[in-house]
């Protein structure tokens, strides 16, 4: 084989014509997709929208308690402290990094048994 | 002089979709479509079959948008689902294969298709549906993505050494089998 071979046989794929798709085949994918169950493609899964909204409904409370000075700020402190001494225990603190490392695994292997095509580390 | 706007690049839609476009994803769709169904129709040479292993590759593809590598090609992932959705399906059984038959293998092509076709091309493309799998998929997606070589090894979850081997090969048997026509 020499290089004009080659580029002759390059050229002669390059020009073949791409299979014409069945007609509706984008209509149905569209509809599949960009026109069906619209949380597909949100940003932000259910189980995450649910945390997320805990946790700004937790700061909301935790900066009116403050600011209000009101009875209940004695025993946030008090919670608070339990908080910050549970925190510094070894075993608590690896529970909460296996916890949060099979949540970011989760997050990002999602729970459908799509095979992630660049989970092997050889994405560019 | 053309007074068009430029056209969105992939990572752009992408992000839009993701940001609560969902129609943006409707013009990936639009630009990839064929591209995908040409891959799954040379790889399972079912018209039906292809067509749901296209739908399925989008469908996957628009569900799992939030794990797309942004340093990644959209083309490259896209073909790599639609790739492994027709090998989940050839694994499964659910086809069993049929003998070589070339110029049946695209039932339905589109009357400017067969127009365009010549001899020499639809001899070529006949030999190419002719091929052994592992081949004929690595020139499907040489003729889609070109010369990028990475590319193709990423689809295929093969080492880029492999895919030029297989490319070589398959080169062979196509000039072969063009010679012998």
């Given at each position: ?115 992630l095509p660049f989970?092997?580390?050889r994405a560019s | ?6 056209e969105p690049n992939d990572a752009y839609l992408i992000a ?12 990936l769709?639009?630009r990839y479509?064929?591209a995908v169904?040409?891959l ?17 590759a989008?469908?996957?593809a628009?569900?799992s948008l939030?794990t797309f590598k942004p340093e990644a090609k959209f083309s490259t992932w896209i073909f790599s689902i639609a790739y ?57 997606l040489y003729?889609l993505q070109g010369k990028q070589y990475e590319e193709i090894a990423r689809v295929l979850d093969?080492?880029m050494?492999?895919v ?18």
């Amino acid at each position: 084989m020499n290089h004009d071979e080659s580029d002759e046989l390059d050229r002669e794929i390059f020009a073949l014509p791409l299979a014409e798709p069945p007609p509706g085949l984008r209509a149905a994918i569209l509809r599949a997709t960009v026109y069906g169950p619209a949380a597909a493609a949100a940003p932000f899964g259910r189980f995450e929208i649910a945390a997320i909204g805990v946790c700004l409904a937790l700061a909301a409370w935790f900066g009116i308690a403050c600011l209000t000075g009101d009875a209940g700020t004695a025993e946030l402190g008090a919670f608070l402290g339990l908080l910050l001494h549970a925190l510094t225990q070894p075993e608590i603190i690896v529970w909460l990094g296996v916890g949060f490392l099979t949540a970011a695994w989760l997050s990002v292997a999602g729970t459908s048994p799509l095979r992630l095509p660049f989970g092997n580390g050889r994405a560019s | 002089m053309s007074s068009a706007a430029p056209e969105p690049n992939d990572a752009y839609l992408i992000a839009a979709a993701l940001a609560g476009l969902p129609e943006a994803f409707g013009t990936l769709v639009e630009r990839y479509d064929r591209a995908v169904y040409h891959l799954c129709l040379r790889t399972m040479r079912d018209a039906d079959e292809a067509r749901d292993c296209t739908q399925e590759a989008f469908f996957k593809a628009f569900r799992s948008l939030r794990t797309f590598k942004p340093e990644a090609k959209f083309s490259t992932w896209i073909f790599s689902i639609a790739y492994h959705a027709c090998c989940d399906r050839l694994a499964r059984g659910k086809r069993q294969s049929r003998a070589e038959l070339p110029e049946t293998a695209d039932p339905a092509p589109g009357p400017e298709a067969v127009a365009e076709l010549n001899d020499r091309s639809r001899a070529l493309r006949a030999a190419i549906d002719a091929l052994p799998e592992k081949y004929r998929t690595v020139i499907t997606l040489y003729h889609l993505q070109g010369k990028q070589y990475e590319e193709i090894a990423r689809v295929l979850d093969l080492p880029m050494g492999t895919v030029k081997t297989h490319l070589f090969r398959a080169k062979e048997l196509l000039r072969k089998a063009l010679v012998t026509e």
